[in-house]
């Protein structure tokens, strides 16, 4: 079985009373390929309304390019940039069946209840709410 090392396709999960909600295993498959650990990070989207999650890899690449584009300044600038960045951003471990426990900011930041629509998205994925995703013009 090959292995993608970029996040791709769709899932439907369900979530539940305590907020539990299973990842799929093809994206479990990559976050652990992209980054040897069995933990994602979870955050509200800047440009959309649902949540995106990286593998620990990524994030810390996303970190990097901050450092990068900033440079040693941390004016407020760099200081609105990570906040919208890191502020409420949640490294989640998922357990031997791939579940994770969403924080109450993340349920109400995705806008997500019962159910959950994955999507792979190259080197991230999201997560919407079925309504909300459908919703969409593209």
């Excluded at 993608?4 to 539990?20: E, Q």
């Excluded at 299973?22 to 309304?49: F, G, Q, W």
């Excluded at 040693?72 to 998922?94: H, M, N, Q, W």
């Excluded at 069946?97 to 629509?117: F, Y």
């Amino acid at each position: 079985m090959t292995i993608s090392a970029h996040f791709s396709g769709t899932y439907v999960n369900g979530i539940d009373a305590k907020h539990r909600l299973s990842v799929p295993s093809s994206l479990r498959d990559t976050i652990e390929t992209r980054s040897a650990n069995k933990a994602v990070v979870l955050a509200p989207s800047e440009y959309a309304d649902c949540l995106v999650g990286y593998d620990l890899t990524q994030y810390d690449r996303i970190r990097a390019r901050l450092e990068e584009q900033f440079a040693g300044d941390f004016g407020p600038g760099r200081s609105r940039k990570a906040r919208s960045l890191f502020a409420l951003a949640v490294e989640l471990k998922y357990d031997d069946t791939g579940r994770i426990i969403l924080t109450q900011s993340l349920m109400e930041n995705g806008g997500l209840s019962k159910h959950a629509v994955f999507l792979g998205a190259g080197d991230y994925f999201e997560i919407w709410h079925p309504e909300t995703l459908f919703a969409q013009p593209d």
